[in-house]
Each structure stands twice: as C-alpha cells, then as structure tokens.
C-alpha cells in the first residue's frame, strides 16, 4: 500500500504522450515558433531557387561583372557577373544540405554512444571519457582541417570531419539526460527481464530524453552551419564555381568597396538562419526545462 511519504514509482513516457507534449510546446513558446519559422522559410526559398530566380548561379557574364543593385539584379552581380541574389538562394541549398547531413550523423552516432556509456558504466564509460578529454582537447576548426587535409574536399568528407569535431561533444550532452533515467523503475525492470542494451535503449531510454536530443539537435545545427561555412572561406569546403555563402564571402571580400553586397547578401542570409536555429534551440530549451549545461556535466 503506498503511503503519503511513499514517492510514485516512475512511469516511462510513451512516445504519443511525447509527441503531444511537443506539439503545446511549440504552441506555448513564442521564441521557438520564431525560430522554426526563421528555417522554415530558408528551407522553402532553398528548395523554390529556381522558381524564384531565371539566372544561372555559376555561369559566367564578363560584360556584366561588379554591377551594383539594380532592376534586372536586385543584389547586383559579382566579380565574374553572376547575379548574386541567385547564388545566395542556391547557396542555401548547399548549406541546409550538407548541416543536416552533418547534424543528423552528429545526434545520431552521439545519442548512441551517450545512453550506452550510461547504460553499461564501468570501465567502457571511464574509457569513452578519457577518449573524449582527448578530443576535446583539440579545437574544432583545427581537427576539422586535419580531417578534410587527410581525405579531401567534398559533401561526405565534410559530413564526416562535422561528425568527429562534434560527436564527442553531443556524447557528453546525451550521456548526462540518461544518467538521470538509468536508475528508474522501469529501466531495473527491463534489465530484470533480461533485455538487451539496444532494446532498453530504444525502449525505455531514448522516448525519456527525447527533449534533450530536440533541443541539442536544434543547437548543434547552428554551430554546424558556421563551421561548414568558415571552412569553405578558408577554401577547404565547397569547391568553386559552387554556390555557398562561405565561398561567396571568400571570392567577393576583395571586391567588398565596388559591390558589397555580394559579401553581405550571403553573411546576412548565414546569419538570419543562425540565429533562427538559436532561437528555436532557446525556446525549446526552457519551454520542456531542458539545462543543457547541467545534462552535460560528467
């Protein structure tokens, strides 16, 4: 007979009761509907590009280089006379392309690696942390360049070096949420029952911390989107004649005093999607209570 001083045993979550949840949340927060409307409307002009646009974004005009705002090129045209507003639509294509490529790989190898380093314990997870340390030792854009110098250029390789810079960090996050379910009724009895790591993670894990892994995937897209960016301005992601706005901000920073929108119109685009995933992020976050800094602390 339960008693007043008696806690209720934990009951797991179902994924419809989740889904609900998500669903007021996005009612309830304002700052979140903001940000998620912010992407929602960079995926749709990148997917309309070429309804929007007649212009070809990587052929060359010379008779029609560094011309400024004007009726038949509203953001003007760059060095080679491409028009710029073009190549800014279709470099969202590549952007939204590749960071959620890189983003889904990231969350997803993460989460994995997180709620088994929780679940199992002892020495895997005091070995998996001593690896992490390691890792994060080293700056982001630093391994990012070793990996893309040691296989080259290209969508996968990119995806792939995102991956290791951000993987351990995401395992971190992940690892701290399942630390705080592990010890639940529900998860002692899945193991009673003889239920496999996979299977209580899938079952009993994941549907309790899938508000972190919302609310992480959210962040990390941001951070994701900058370094794809920063390292096609340093020259080791999209290969030119590639519409990107990383690339597009390399090639035209020389030319920014005669047509500064070519620099600009790409930096304005990068840094409105920015700071819609950021805002979404936020929002999510103290809408469902998540504290990134305290799932995250070993």
Not at 157 to 178: E, W
Not at 223 to 234: A, G, P, Q, T, Y
Request: glycine fraction near 8%; hydrophobic fraction near 55%; proline fraction near 6%.
């Amino acid at each position: 007979m339960t008693t007043l001083d008696t806690p209720a045993p934990a009951v797991p979550v179902t994924p419809a009761a989740r889904a609900v949840r998500a669903w007021h949340t996005l009612r309830s927060s304002r700052t979140a509907v903001i940000g998620l409307a912010v992407v929602a409307v960079h995926v749709l002009i990148a997917l309309l590009a070429p309804l929007l646009t007649s212009y070809d974004p990587v052929a060359n005009d010379a008779g029609q280089a560094l011309l400024g705002p004007g009726r038949h090129h509203w953001a003007g045209t760059d060095q080679y006379g491409r028009d710029v507003l073009t190549r800014v639509l279709y470099g969202g294509r590549y952007a939204l392309g590749v960071s959620a490529a890189a983003t889904v790989l990231t969350i997803a190898l993460g989460t994995v690696i997180g709620c088994t380093a929780a679940l199992r314990g002892g020495w895997f997870d005091d070995l998996l942390g001593r690896v992490l340390d390691a890792v994060l030792s080293v700056p982001s854009i630093l391994a990012l360049l070793v990996v893309v110098t040691a296989l080259g250029t290209g969508p996968a390789v990119i995806v792939l070096a995102v991956a290791v810079v951000y993987v351990p960090q995401v395992v971190r996050v992940i690892r701290g949420a399942a630390l705080a379910v592990v010890p639940a009724d529900y998860v002692t009895a899945a193991r009673a029952r003889g239920e496999g790591t996979w299977s209580i993670l899938r079952r009993e894990v994941l549907p309790n911390i899938v508000d972190v892994v919302c609310v992480e995937f959210a962040m990390r897209a941001s951070w994701v989107v900058l370094l794809i960016s920063s390292l096609s301005f340093l020259g080791f992601g999209a290969a030119p004649p590639t519409p990107d706005w990383g690339l597009m901000v390399a090639e035209n920073r020389t030319a920014i005093t005669v047509v500064p929108m070519a620099s600009l119109a790409p930096i304005i685009a990068l840094a409105t999607l920015v700071v819609g995933l950021n805002l979404a992020a936020d929002g999510l976050s103290k809408a469902w209570g998540v504290d990134r800094i305290r799932k995250g602390s070993r």
